[in-house]
Nanobody, 128 residues
Framework: QVQLVESGGGLVQAGGSLRLSCAAS????????MGWFRQAPGEERKFVAA????????YYADSVKGRFTISRDNAKNTVYLQMNSLKPEDTAIYYC?????????????????????WGQGTQVTVSS
């Protein structure tokens, strides 16, 4: 059972930046695809970004392309989400997730149903 712990959320003004981190408890997570999802109040959880196990392939939701960057450091069992040019509509709880079925796969999944392990979430609030 992989445990994921997110950090780095907070309150920021529109146009600002934040970097989220997600630390995995098990080294095996370095072989999984990892994703970031977010959930705003009253809305369903939505895909934000994903990376395959090596970091060579990354995917982004259209709403964050060009502003967010997902990366990973497998030596530290950590995945990051660099968020720039933040907008009020980016306000949400951000969740990190791991897909154990994607062992050293090429293409990471973009559906929440594909991810078995989830962190507790970190709040990101962007003020206008």
């Amino acid at each position: 059972q992989v445990q994921l712990v997110e950090s780095g959320g907070g309150l920021v003004q529109a146009g600002g930046s934040l970097r989220l981190s997600c630390a995995a408890s098990e080294r095996t997570a370095s072989n999984y695809a990892m994703g970031w999802f977010r959930q705003a109040p009253g809305e369903e959880r939505k895909f934000v970004a994903a990376t395959n196990w090596s970091g060579d392939n990354t995917y982004y939701a259209d709403s964050v392309k060009g502003r967010f960057t997902i990366s990973r450091d497998n030596a530290k069992n950590t995945v990051y989400l660099q968020m720039n040019s933040l907008k009020p509509e980016d306000t949400a709880i951000y969740y990190c997730a791991a897909d154990r079925t994607s062992w050293r796969g090429v293409v990471p999944g973009t559906g929440a149903y594909e991810y078995a392990y989830w962190g507790q979430g970190t709040q990101v609030t962007v003020s206008s």
